[in-house]
């Protein structure tokens, strides 16, 4: 059961003034047709088609992206990615080939991108092949795949042929090759939790048109449920109801009609209809009852439509069944012998009370003596307790017997005389249907098939013939006698729509109950990405005078949509006075949260140029958001904006920068120019050299610095190696946690285990001096020359990153 069914069964269950049936219909429609069709006999205007097997979806980081002849890339060149969470910035001027790389990770997953979908002109979709190449286009995007370890999707094209004709194929380690990623389960996730957005996709967000971003929500948060559930039981609702909208039709029309008829019997009808509940058995007596001047053949008509067969006989069948079982189990066999078995008990305990202890009258070798009456008494009486349960399921299955029986009538004398012979095929075949409901069999079993198979072609039949007579007694009789027969009938839907209009009712209150809570319960499941989405824009909206205070969802079908709710200067307002930067911010706020759920498979998250737009305070923002989204998504930014880097530069200390450079040719190379470890070991650097400081405040703090850098080191080689090789991310995060020092932290990045470090430092006395720096020190003071320490560390680091043992 989904979150959101358990939250409308939750509603349900605590509603007073719904009744039981139209709870029970909401639970069904919302777990889907079949589920429908068991409880009450749903049947879908469009029957589903065969769903397709699906794949688990696979939970997955990105380990490199390699992109060979197609877009901005000539020559093959490869961006290599830490997998885990982590901020990742690929800066390069315009053209340097980094959207090239977020492209190809867009086609490797979906076999398009936006920028060419979303443009009317198919020139957007030409020239993806490199110029400067005479290479085959092609695409590697390396996973580290949760429980699977090194998976690669490859990518490449026939020669000649469109981008559209990509061959995408999945290789898993030690696996055969696939074609496709289904096996990924991906194909949903994309559209759900989609974790790319380039700068284009992102001015789209919001000026797509209103639906376009409810059903994105919609879809993350299981909100199609409850639409499609709506959809379920209204259309259930309508084919229950239908027979009672159509007698309100008929009755209008029958009272309208009756008016105009001069005679007491439409007087006498217009008093039966005209009550809301109308005297339907008057009515019928009125519309069926025979008239003396009538002649032979009109009689035999009404003979006909007055015939009746049980509307069921399942109760019956299912009663002489369990009647059966019941007997069977408690073996009728028994009865007899029981019986004559008890009447000796009774003789012998007579005897004994008259002669007293002798000789077993029977075999004249046991005693019948105080202990063998005793004996007798105890069987006698759990023989008379299975003689009771005898004698009670005998008489079960007589009365059941008996009930099945009363439901078979012999032939009626209304189909023994002659009809016109305009019913001749159906008076042969009702006749004949009848007969065999006649002819039950004695046996009860069989007698219970019977009902079963021998009642619903004989009523088709009857219905038939009824409806001929009907036609034909119209035809020979007078306006009233046509006028009865619509009496007839409508007393006889009326009837039947009297058993059926409670199922009805509860269908129409069940959709009238989603209906009317659909908007509450869809805003009350939007609210955490709402308040998510607000704080990314309190971060993003940096001396904005634009208040975001949430989102709403509104509407239904055509006019659903998600209504932004803002501010500007705190007067109420909607997106057109935002500015461009403004807008993207608020984009980003709604793509975020959505695109970082902990129930999408994406363990990345992958932003194509998001500050082109934005001012600088916006952009300090966005390192923040992004910042906080790394610590638990891999986070990769390309962009052309040094801001961006600038600002990573300034406050993100966890953050790899890759500087993607282009040379002649299309040649581009991706270098890390700084990451975590780097980063901390430059500002040991920069302290030591800095003459402002205090050298006793340089000597406590360095040996912190220098530590922290061999720990980014020994985390990123650690994570990398263990999430390659497949396992859960929070697993490697859970042991990393467990271990504390910085000596058995490098334990784990060069060996994946806590285990003595004294083989690795007697292989080089620097790497012990360093560790002694790193541990010992942290607790005192930096003894020596500082900069030496920042140079060893340096080297140390090294050793650490490359996995020298």
């Not at 073996?331 to 008259?354: C, F, G, T």
Request: glycine residues 6%.
């Amino acid at each position: 059961m989904s979150d959101v069914t358990d939250l409308i069964a939750q509603r349900v269950e605590g509603t007073s003034g719904l009744s039981d049936d139209a709870k029970l219909l909401i639970l069904a429609a919302l777990k889907g047709d079949a589920a429908l069709t068991d409880l009450d006999g749903f049947t879908p205007q469009t029957p589903a088609p065969p769903r397709a097997m699906e794949h688990e979806p696979a939970g997955a980081f990105l380990r490199s992206i390699t992109v060979e002849a197609f877009r901005g890339i000539g020559p093959s060149a490869t961006l290599h990615l830490k997998p885990g969470p982590g901020l990742t910035v690929v800066a390069g001027r315009n053209g340097s080939g980094k959207s090239s790389v977020a492209e190809a990770l867009e086609v490797a997953l979906t076999r398009t991108t936006y920028r060419w979908t979303g443009k009317s002109s198919v020139r957007w979709a030409e020239g993806w092949r490199n110029l400067h190449s005479e290479a085959a286009p092609s695409i590697k995007v390396a996973l580290a795949e949760e429980g699977q370890g090194a998976t690669h999707i490859k990518v490449d094209w026939p020669n000649g042929a469109d981008v559209s004709a990509a061959n995408v194929r999945l290789q898993r380690h030690g696996q055969k090759q696939e074609e496709g990623l289904e096996s990924l389960g991906w194909s949903a996730a994309l559209e759900t939790y989609r974790p790319m957005l380039s700068y284009d996709e992102l001015g789209s967000v919001l000026a797509a048109g209103p639906s376009r971003l409810y059903d994105a929500l919609s879809r993350v948060l299981g909100l199609d449920e409850i639409s499609e559930a709506i959809a379920r039981l209204e259309s259930h609702s309508k084919a229950l109801n239908s027979a009672g909208t159509e007698l309100a039709q008929m009755k209008k029309q029958l009272l309208a009609d009756l008016e105009a008829i001069d005679d007491a019997r439409a007087t006498q009808a217009i008093e039966l209809l005209r009550p809301n509940t109308s005297r339907l058995a008057e009515l019928a007596v009125l519309a069926t009852g025979t008239d003396e001047s009538a002649d032979a053949t009109s009689a035999a008509l009404r003979g006909v439509l007055a015939l009746t067969l049980p509307e069921s006989a399942d109760q019956e069948a299912d009663r002489l069944r369990r009647a059966v079982e019941a007997l069977a189990a408690v073996s009728e066999s028994h009865l007899e012998v029981l019986s004559r078995q008890v009447a000796v008990w009774d003789a012998a305990l007579a005897l004994h009370e008259d002669g007293g202890d002798t000789l077993c009258p029977v075999c004249e070798v046991g005693q019948l003596d105080g202990p063998a009456t005793q004996r007798i008494h105890r069987e006698r009486e759990v023989s008379r307790a299975r003689l009771r349960e005898l004698n009670t399921c005998t008489s079960d299955l007589a009365r059941a017997r008996t009930a099945a029986r009363d439901l078979v009538k012999p032939l009626p004398p209304a189909l023994i005389g002659p009809l016109p012979s305009a019913l001749d095929v159906a008076h042969t075949r009702t006749r004949e249907c009848w007969r065999q409901w006649a002819a039950h069999p004695e046996g009860d079993l069989p007698l219970a098939e019977h009902l079963l198979a021998c009642l619903p072609p004989a009523r088709a039949a009857l219905l038939e013939l009824k409806q001929a007579a009907a036609a034909e007694h119209e035809r020979l009789d007078t306006a009233w006698s046509a006028m009865a027969i619509r009496l007839a009938t409508f007393a006889d839907r009326s009837t039947e729509w009297e058993q059926q209009k409670d199922h009805a009712y509860a269908a129409r209150a069940a959709v009238k109950w989603l209906k009317d809570h659909d908007t509450a319960l869809k805003n009350e499941r939007i609210a955490p990405i709402s308040a998510k989405a607000a704080q990314v824009w309190d971060f993003l909206s940096q001396r904005s005078n634009v208040t975001f205070e949430g989102l709403a969802l509104a509407g239904t079908t055509t006019r659903r949509r998600v209504e932004i709710q803002s501010r500007v200067d705190g007067q109420p307002s909607g997106l057109t006075v935002l500015s461009q930067g403004e807008l993207h911010a608020l984009a980003l706020a709604l793509f975020l949260p959505r695109a970082a759920l902990p129930q999408s498979p994406f363990r990345f998250v992958v932003l194509d140029d998001p500050v082109q737009a934005m001012d600088p305070s916006k952009v300090d923002g966005l390192v923040t958001v992004l910042t906080d989204l790394a610590k638990t998504r891999q986070v990769v930014v390309f962009s052309h904006d040094d801001r961006l880097a600038s600002a990573v530069r300034r406050g993100a200390l966890e953050a790899t920068i890759v500087s993607a450079t282009r040379d002649e040719g299309s040649r581009v190379t991706f270098e890390t120019t700084r990451d975590p470890a780097t980063r901390y070991l430059h500002d040991a650097l920069a302290m030591a050299k800095d003459q402002q400081l205090p050298e006793n405040t340089l000597r406590r703090l360095l040996p912190t610095m220098l530590r922290l850098s061999l720990e980014a080191a020994a985390r990123d080689r650690y994570f990398t190696a263990r999430l390659s090789r497949g396992d859960p991310h929070a697993d490697v995060e859970t042991t990393w946690n467990s271990v504390h020092r910085t000596g058995p932290r490098i334990a784990l990045a060069l060996y994946e285990q806590e285990r003595s470090l004294d083989t690795w430092l007697d292989k080089d006395h620097e790497r012990r001096r360093v560790l002694g720096i790193c541990t010992s020190g942290a607790h005192g003071s930096l003894r020596g020359n500082l900069l030496d320490a920042c140079h060893a560390t340096a080297r140390v680091l090294e050793d650490v990153k490359a996995g020298r043992r």
